[in-house]
């Protein structure tokens, strides 16, 4: 779980995304690419989990009238846990794979 492996599979994932947030960020900030569509979705997880029903995420408990009410500090941290954890998991997962593939490949 804890593998160096892993770790290095996904410091790689968030040092990607930080990167595309990155040059998002400095290329134009009203471009409607995939690209942008991608990494909103972090962003907006928080108003999803609400919509599911997880209390406590969006400030007046999600009634502001016609704006988006702004996060807590609740949501942020238990949103970005969770994309952690997942962003975690699909490293477990390529990191076992690759991890495999090379002991099949060491195999006579």
Same mark, same amino acid.
């Given at each position: 779980?804890?593998?160096?492996?892993?770790?290095?599979?996904?410091? +790689?994932?968030?040092?990607?995304?930080? %990167?595309?947030?990155? !040059?998002?960020?400095?290329? =134009? #900030?009203? +471009?409607? #690419?995939?690209? @942008?569509? *991608?990494?909103?979705?972090?962003?907006?997880?928080?108003?999803? $989990?609400h919509k599911l029903g *997880?209390?406590? /995420?969006?400030?007046? @408990?999600?009634? &502001?009238?016609?704006?988006? &009410?702004?996060?807590?500090? $609740?949501?942020?941290? $238990?949103?970005?846990?969770?994309?952690? /954890? &997942?962003?975690? /998991? !699909?490293?477990?997962?390529?990191? +076992?794979?690759? =991890?495999? %593939?090379?002991?099949?490949?060491?195999?006579?």
């Amino acid at each position: 779980m804890l593998k160096p492996c892993t770790l290095k599979v996904l410091a +790689s994932m968030l040092l990607a995304c930080g %990167l595309l947030w990155a !040059i998002a960020a400095l290329v =134009s #900030s009203h +471009s409607e #690419s995939p690209v @942008d569509f *991608v990494l909103l979705a972090p962003l907006l997880a928080v108003y999803l $989990f609400h919509k599911l029903g *997880v209390p406590g /995420l969006l400030e007046h @408990d999600g009634l &502001c009238g016609w704006g988006w &009410c702004n996060p807590t500090l $609740f949501g942020w941290v $238990f949103t970005a846990g969770l994309l952690l /954890l &997942c962003a975690w /998991l !699909i490293a477990w997962f390529v990191a +076992s794979l690759t =991890s495999r %593939l090379a002991a099949r490949k060491l195999a006579p």
